[in-house]
C-alpha cells in the first residue's frame, strides 16, 4: 500500500465518484440486455471488454501457478472459470484486483487492464483498484460489527460521513443483494448472527457499497445450502445488468446455469474459453470434456 | 494368521484350529479388563494434579480469612475503612485501608497508562506490520524481558530511573517556572516515588500485554482482512477498524491481566516507590503500596501474633479480593466481546 493511497482516498471522498464515470463511459446502461443476445450467438465482442488479462504468469516463489493466460472479460456478462483444485482458477481471479499483492513471495508478470489501464503499473493505487474492483470470498466473512456498519464500512473509507447518505447506500446495497426484506428490522444486530446464506448475501451487499464495476466472486455458493445457492445465482443474474461478473466455481451445473462465458484452467493454464452453452455441450478440447463430464477432477 | 504363527504353515489343520481359537479370544476380549488399572490410576493422577491448584486456592481464602478474623475483631470494618491514615504500628494506631489502596492505584494505573497503550501499538506493529523476519528477532526479545527478575527492576528504578527522573526535572524547572510565572516553583522528585515504579511495572508488563495482544490479532481470520482489503481499505484501515475490533476480547483479557500484575507486584514497588503510605495524586511522593506493607511487615521485627503483625492477612485479605474482582471482570468482558470464528 503506497502512500500516495491517502490523497487518492481523499480524491474520491465524495458519494458518486464522478472520476469513474469519465474514465470508464460506461455502456453498462445503454446496453443491459445485451449479453442474452451474445450468448446465445455465442459471441465474445458483443459489448465492450472491461477487463483483459494479457499473458498473466504468476509465481508462488518458484513455483509458477499460472503460465500465461490471457482473457478479456466484457462489459455486463457473467464469466466464469472452471477447474479442478489447485489449477489456479482462483489464484487468476485474485489477479484482477492485486488481492495476490497480500500473500508474501507472490509475484505476478504480464498485463491486467481495467478499462484500459494496467492495474499492475507502478502509479495505481489498490486502494482505489479494489473500490472498483469488489470481491465475495469462499466463505462468508462479515466484519465483527452490525449489519449497518458492515455495509457502511466500505462508502466510510471513501470519506461518506453523512448517516442519511450511508443510510440510503446501505439500503440500496442491501435491496441490490436481496437481502433488505430479511435483516430491515435487526440492522443494528451483528452480522455474526445471520444464517450462512444471509452472510454472503451481505458480503456481496457490502462488496455493492463500493459501487464497483467489476465484481470477482471466489466460489461463493460453495459453503451454502442449495437454497441459498440459488438465491445467489437469481441475485448474479440480476446484478448483471449492472456489473461485470467473474465468479470461480466447482459445480459445474451451476457454471452452465448462470454464466455467459466459461474458461476451463488446467494446472495453470487457460486450455479452452468460449460462451457456456457451446462450453457445455460442445467442448472443442478433449480435456475440457473430460472435466466436465466428470472423468477426472 | 500365518505372519503370527510360521509353525502352523506347514500343518493346515492346526492352523485352521488355531483361526478358531484367536476368533474366540477376540470375542473375549470384549470384557477384557487388561487395560482398566492403568486407566483408573491415570485419572486420578490427573485429577489430583489439577484438584491441587484448587485447593491451594481455598487454602489461600482460608488462611486469609482465619488469620485476619483476629485483627477485625479488635478494628471494625468502619475504622478500616474509614479513616484517612494507616499507621499500624504508631500509637495511638490508625488503620485506613485507603491509603495502601490509593498507592497501589496510583503505582497501576500509572504503568497502565505506559504500558497499555504502547504494549497495544507493539502488538499491532508486530502482527500487521512486522516483516516474518522482524517478527521473529523482536518477539522472542520481547518475551526475554518479561523473564527479568522483577528485583533488577526494582533496583533499575531506584538506580537509573529515579536520578534519570531527576534530572529531567531540574532542567524542567526554569521552563516551569515561566509558564507558571511563579519563580520560586521548584518542583521536587522523592528519591522513593510512585512514578519509577510505575515505569518500571510499565516496562515489565509491557512484553506480556504486546505478547497477549499480538496472540489475539493473529488468530483473526485471514478471511476478515481480505474481505477488508478487497473493499479497498489500507493497512492502517484493515488494522485499526477490522483486526484491532475483532481481537477485542483478547485485548481486554491481556489488559485487565496487565493490570492486575501490576496491583499485585511487589518488589519493584518495595524498592522504590517508598514505605510512607499516604492517600495522594501526586505520583512524585513517596508512597506505599499494599504489597510493599505486607514485604516491610513481615520483613520486620514485628512480633507475631500481635494486631500489628494480623495486618498484613487483612491487607493480604482485600488485595485478594481486588485481584479476584479483576479476574471476574476479565471473564465476562472476554465473554461480551468474544466472536465466534470457525
Redesign the interface.
Known amino acids: 500500500?503506497n502512500t500516495s493511497?491517502?490523497s487518492n482516498?481523499a480524491d474520491k471522498a465524495m458519494p458518486e465518484p464522478s472520476t469513474r464515470k469519465a474514465e470508464a463511459p460506461s455502456a453498462r446502461n445503454s446496453t443491459p440486455q445485451f449479453n442474452v443476445a451474445m450468448a446465445a450467438a455465442g459471441e465474445q465482442n458483443a459489448t465492450p471488454v472491461i477487463v483483459e488479462a494479457e499473458k498473466v504468469d504468476l509465481f508462488y516463489g518458484t513455483k509458477q501457478a499460472l503460465k500465461s493466460v490471457s482473457i478479456p472479460f466484457h462489459q455486463n456478462t457473467i464469466s466464469a472459470l472452471i477447474g479442478p483444485s489447485g489449477c489456479g482458477k482462483s489464484t487468476f481471479l485474485r489477479c484482477l484486483?492485486r488481492?495476490n499483492d497480500?500473500i508474501?513471495g507472490c509475484r505476478t508478470e504480464g498485463e491486467v487492464t481495467l478499462s484500459g489501464e494496467n492495474i499492475y503499473a507502478k502509479s495505481v493505487d489498490?486502494?482505489?483498484?479494489?473500490?472498483r474492483v469488489?470481491?465475495v470470498?469462499q466463505?462468508p466473512?462479515?466484519?465483527?460489527?452490525a449489519i449497518w456498519d458492515n455495509i457502511a464500512?466500505?462508502p466510510r473509507?471513501?470519506g461518506i460521513k453523512n448517516k442519511a447518505v450511508l443510510g440510503e447506500i446501505v439500503e440500496e446495497s442491501l435491496r441490490g443483494a436481496a437481502l433488505w426484506d430479511e435483516v430491515k428490522d435487526d440492522l443494528k444486530k451483528s452480522a455474526?448472527g445471520l444464517s450462512g446464506g444471509q452472510q454472503q448475501r451481505l458480503?456481496i451487499a457490502?462488496?455493492l457499497a463500493?459501487k464497483p464495476e467489476v465484481l470477482l466472486m471466489d466460489e461463493p455458493c460453495s459453503a451454502l445450502d442449495p437454497i441459498s445457492t440459488l438465491k445467489i445465482e437469481e441475485l448474479m443474474r440480476e446484478l448483471r445488468s449492472a456489473y461485470t461478473i467473474v465468479i470461480v466455481t466447482h459445480n459445474m451445473q451451476q457454471a452452465a446455469r448462470v454464466s455467459d462465458t466459461t474458461a476451463f484452467f488446467l494446472l495453470g493454464e487457460l486450455i479452452e474459453r468460449g460462451a457456456s452453452a457451446k462450453m457445455f455441450t460442445d467442448p472443442s478440447d478433449k480435456r475440457t470434456e473430460d472435466y466436465i463430464t466428470g472423468r477426472f477432477g | 494368521m500365518a505372519m503370527e504363527n510360521p509353525a502352523t504353515s506347514q500343518i493346515p489343520v492346526a492352523g485352521g484350529a488355531a483361526t478358531l481359537g484367536s476368533v474366540a479370544k477376540n470375542s473375549e476380549s470384549l470384557s477384557a479388563t487388561r487395560k482398566k488399572p492403568l486407566e483408573i490410576a491415570l485419572f486420578w493422577i490427573f485429577a489430583l494434579c489439577a484438584a491441587v491448584t484448587v485447593f491451594t486456592t481455598f487454602g489461600i481464602i482460608a488462611v486469609l480469612v482465619t488469620e485476619s478474623a483476629p485483627f477485625f475483631r479488635e478494628v471494625s470494618l468502619a475504622r478500616f475503612f474509614g479513616e484517612k491514615e494507616w499507621a499500624p504500628l504508631f500509637n495511638p494506631p490508625h488503620y485506613g485501608i485507603f491509603s495502601l489502596v490509593c498507592g497501589t492505584f496510583l503505582v497501576a494505573a500509572g504503568a497502565a497508562m505506559f504500558s497499555l497503550p504502547m504494549g497495544l501499538l507493539a502488538a499491532i506493529y508486530l502482527s500487521e506490520y512486522a516483516s516474518p523476519r522482524a517478527r521473529n528477532i523482536m518477539k522472542p526479545v520481547l518475551e526475554l524481558l518479561a523473564g527479568v527478575p522483577t528485583v533488577v527492576y526494582g533496583y533499575f528504578a531506584l538506580l537509573f530511573i529515579t536520578p534519570l527522573l531527576q534530572n529531567v526535572l531540574e532542567s524542567m524547572t526554569p521552563t516551569l517556572q515561566r509558564v507558571t510565572g511563579n519563580p520560586n516553583l521548584f518542583p521536587t522528585i522523592e528519591v522513593f516515588n510512585a512514578l519509577s515504579a510505575s515505569i518500571a511495572i510499565a516496562i515489565m508488563t509491557l512484553p506480556l500485554v504486546a505478547s497477549l495482544c499480538e496472540d489475539s490479532l493473529r488468530v483473526v481470520p485471514r478471511a476478515l482482512r481480505e474481505g477488508a482489503y478487497a473493499l479497498g481499505a489500507t493497512k492502517m484501515e484493515v488494522s485499526l477498524k477490522v483486526v484491532v475490533p475483532a481481537a477485542l476480547s483478547g485485548i481486554m483479557a491481556s489488559f485487565i491481566l496487565a493490570v492486575s500484575r501490576a496491583v499485585g507486584e511487589t518488589m519493584i514497588v518495595a524498592l522504590a516507590a517508598g514505605a510512607s503510605p499516604k492517600i495522594t495524586l501526586n505520583p512524585l511522593e513517596s508512597i506505599q503500596t499494599m504489597t510493599g506493607y505486607i514485604v516491610q511487615v513481615s520483613m520486620g521485627d514485628v512480633p507475631h501474633g500481635s494486631i500489628g503483625y494480623q495486618t498484613i492477612f487483612a491487607v493480604g485479605l482485600v488485595l485478594f479480593c481486588i485481584t479476584v474482582m479483576m479476574n471476574l471482570a476479565s471473564i465476562s468482558l472476554v465473554k461480551k466481546y468474544r466472536h465466534k470464528y470457525d
Open positions: 500500500m493511497s491517502i482516498l484486483n488481492m497480500l508474501e489498490t486502494v482505489m483498484l479494489r473500490q469488489g470481491m470470498f466463505k466473512n462479515p466484519f465483527p460489527m464500512y466500505g473509507l471513501r455474526l458480503c457490502r462488496a463500493t
